[in-house]
């Protein structure tokens, strides 16, 4: 059974910087891609960002680049994103995803990350 976990959510100063952590398990994930996003209030699911668990390949939106960094510990099982610059307009619940050949098969429950101005 597949179980992904995000921790690291809270409130922060725009400007400031939050680290999230995902704690993968239930299989190997060598096969997956882990990705990143995130649901405003009153809006729908977006691409935040992806990592390729084999090769470590990323990929990011562009709202995000430049200030987030996605990394994953294979030792650990677990995928972090860590958040800088942070900006009012990435209020949102972050969710952990994991998937093959571009669907995200598996979700975790979110964390809420509030950017105060």
């Known amino acids: 059974q597949v179980q992904l976990v995000e921790s690291g959510g809270g409130l922060v100063q725009a400007g400031g910087s939050l680290r999230l952590s995902c704690a993968a398990s239930?299989?190997?994930?060598?096969?997956?891609?882990m990705g990143w996003f995130r649901q405003a209030p009153g809006q729908g699911r977006e691409f935040v960002t992806s990592i390729n668990w084999s090769s470590g390949s990323t990929a990011y939106a562009g709202a995000v680049k430049g200030r987030f960094t996605i990394s994953r510990d294979s030792a650990k099982n677990m995928v972090y994103l860590q958040m800088n610059s942070l900006e009012p307009e990435d209020t949102a619940v972050y969710y952990c995803?994991?998937?093959?050949?571009?669907?995200?098969?598996?979700w975790g429950q979110g964390t809420q990350v509030t950017v105060s101005s």
């Open positions: 239930g299989r190997t994930f060598s096969r997956y891609v």
């Open positions: 995803a994991a998937g093959v050949a571009g669907t995200y098969a598996y």
